[in-house]
């Protein structure tokens, strides 16, 4: 392959920059440090994710289900 041509993402042999696309990564999103214990339900996949999750709706561990919160949590109600 010449220097003139450009591979496709998703052809063999590209490469992404030194970037890579947010969510791309398992745990992209995912704040460091003290977790806050207040969730809120998510409009698209209808589980519960904490406040300051900021990441893919689809990572599993940032996934609840009403039974999965803890007993302590605060649910914020987003209807308003």
């Known amino acids: 392959m010449s220097k003139s041509e450009t591979l496709k993402p998703g052809e ?3 490469r ?3 970037f890579a696309p947010a969510g791309l990564f398992k745990g992209a999103g ?3 440090g003290p977790r806050v214990n207040t969730f809120i339900e ?7 994710h904490r406040e300051d999750f900021r990441g893919d709706c ?3 561990s940032e996934r609840y ?13 987003d209807d308003n």
């Open 42 to 48: 998510c409009g698209c996949c209808g589980h519960y």
């Open 65 to 77: 289900t009403v039974d999965q919160l803890p007993e302590n949590a605060e649910v914020i109600d």
């Open 16 to 18: 992404w920059g030194s």
């Open 30 to 32: 995912i704040p460091t």
């Open 58 to 60: 689809r990572e599993d």
């Open 12 to 14: 063999p042999g590209y």
